[in-house]
């Protein structure tokens, strides 16, 4: 049985372009399913295109940005309703990610992971100070469990949630306080079913994807009210990938280490270089100072 790996995509054809490249080593292990909230990118058509013998394509409307992302997730959970119903976990991604894990390796860390038996893992890197601040001194396999116990948004979830809770909510309104409140509102589903003592939400011990952190203050380019915000480049490498994969030797170093591994454990660029402060952490520009200064682009 294949995995079944969500990808949802939104007028960032680079970034999903350069995913799917990482995960083509992975594609006799995984069925991925691209389900894009109606872009307006031209570049988007071509790279749905050049992966459709690669994958399955929802093409969504995409005309509620409140609601979208939900929407896109219940378009996943239809799809997957009756085709995979042996499968005990669904990979949830976002299109400016990459998969930066040993090559050929995703499918058997899913499902060591999988041993854990917490109900959504995160497999994104993220900054040491996150993890100092988030993460709890219990490791529990190659997982640490998450202080919040949040039910996340992007990772890895035990398919027996969605077939007992069902699909997100997508009927908020078309209003900013309402962005985020369908994760909220699945978080409190998944502590009414299950209680607050469920061990529900963890971090890899060595996560195998990274965002694609290349706007040179320290940030992505990501979009809001139809415009996108920040610097959008392409990959330098001839491969078409913004980092370089784990080797199985750094994969199992990292994995025989005390703490958990942080973004820039696991994220090498190829040929350029992500912003750090003056601790050697990966930086974190605001995204409200990114919309100040530029640059903004409309979608073409």
């Known amino acids: 049985m294949k995995i079944p790996v969500c990808i949802i995509s939104h007028n960032r054809a680079l970034y999903l372009d350069s995913l799917m490249e990482t995960l083509r080593e992975e594609l006799n292990d995984i069925d991925v399913i691209i389900v894009d909230n109606g872009s307006k990118e031209s570049l988007m058509k071509e790279v749905l295109n050049k992966w459709s013998d690669s994958s399955h394509v929802i093409r969504l409307s995409g005309d509620n940005w409140i609601n979208d992302e939900y929407k896109a997730k219940n378009s996943f959970l239809e799809y997957c309703k009756n085709s995979y119903k042996e499968a005990e976990s669904y990979l949830f991604l976002q299109e400016d ?34 993890i100092q601040s988030t993460y709890s001194n219990r490791r529990i396999g190659n997982v640490w469990q998450i202080k919040d116990n949040h039910f ?14 069902g699909f997100y909510s997508q009927n908020f ?125 409309e979608i073409v």
């Open 173 to 297: 309104p078309l209003s900013k306080e309402f962005w985020g409140r369908g994760e909220d509102d699945y978080h409190e589903r998944v502590i009414s079913h299950y209680g607050s003592e469920k061990n529900i939400s963890a971090y890899a011990h060595t996560p195998v994807f990274a965002g694609v952190w290349n706007d040179p203050r320290g940030n992505y380019s990501f979009l809001r009210d139809g415009l996108r915000y920040g610097n959008y480049i392409p990959p330098v490498h001839p491969h078409n990938s913004y980092y370089e994969n784990m080797t199985q030797e750094k994969y199992e170093n990292l994995l025989s280490r005390s703490t958990p591994a942080s973004f820039v454990d696991i994220a090498v660029p190829l040929d350029w270089e992500y912003a750090k402060n003056s601790s050697g952490d990966q930086e974190k520009y605001p995204q409200s100072q990114i919309i100040l200064e530029g640059p903004v682009q």
């Open 97 to 130: 990610m990459q998969y930066v894990g040993p090559k050929k390796q995703l499918k058997n860390i899913i499902k060591d992971l999988e041993k854990s038996q917490f109900l959504y893992v995160s497999l994104t890197g993220v900054r040491k100070s996150t």
């Open 152 to 165: 996340g948004t992007i990772g890895l979830y035990r398919k027996e949630v969605f077939d007992s809770l």
